[in-house]
């Protein structure tokens, strides 16, 4: 394991995007009836504020940075490193049928996003690759 693949790193990464799946949970809750819209839009956009860190990224010392570059991303970035994410919490706040399919599409997503950020060189996963993005510790 490399440097940047350590297992501080990887669960740092963790634990940020969990402040901002709970960030985007709480919005659900807060803003009724545009809450679930919030949060959506948040999952998408959230790397693309403060110098490429989402709130979550923020408190715990990471960026998301450009690969070829290591400039900040943009909000266009954000949206398309987020894809993934955004499809799985569309299944969460979809009654019934997303919860089916939460099980059966986006469980996995989540768990081969989780398979790159621990096995690729670069801890880059699927919307990492799309957006040409990656994140280091700032």
Same mark, same amino acid.
């Given at each position: 394991?490399s440097?940047?693949?350590? #297992? #501080?790193?990887?669960?740092?990464?963790?634990?940020?995007?969990?402040?901002?799946?709970?960030?985007?949970?709480?919005?659900?809750?807060?803003?009724?009836?545009?809450?679930?819209?919030?949060g959506?839009?948040?999952?998408l956009?959230?790397?693309?504020?403060r110098?490429g %860190?989402s &709130?979550g990224? %923020?408190?715990?010392?990471?960026?998301?940075v @450009?690969?070829? #570059?290591? =400039?900040?991303?943009?909000?266009m970035? #954000?949206?398309? @490193?987020?894809? &993934?994410?955004?499809?799985?919490y569309?299944?969460?706040?979809i009654?019934?049928?997303?919860?089916? =399919?939460?099980?059966?599409?986006?469980?996995?997503?989540?768990?081969?996003?989780?398979?790159?950020?621990?096995?690729?060189?670069?801890?880059?996963?699927?919307?990492d690759?799309?957006? %040409?993005?990656?994140v280091?510790?700032?």
């Amino acid at each position: 394991m490399s440097e940047h693949l350590s #297992s #501080s790193y990887i669960l740092n990464r963790y634990i940020a995007r969990t402040i901002d799946f709970l960030i985007a949970a709480a919005m659900v809750l807060v803003l009724p009836p545009v809450g679930p819209l919030a949060g959506l839009l948040y999952i998408l956009i959230a790397d693309g504020f403060r110098e490429g %860190q989402s &709130p979550g990224k %923020q408190l715990i010392g990471l960026k998301v940075v @450009r690969a070829e #570059s290591d =400039l900040p991303i943009t909000f266009m970035e #954000s949206i398309l @490193r987020n894809i &993934p994410f955004a499809i799985v919490y569309l299944f969460f706040i979809i009654p019934f049928l997303g919860w089916i =399919l939460l099980i059966i599409i986006g469980i996995p997503i989540l768990l081969f996003e989780s398979y790159l950020v621990c096995t690729d060189e670069k801890a880059r996963r699927i919307g990492d690759t799309i957006a %040409q993005t990656m994140v280091v510790e700032s």
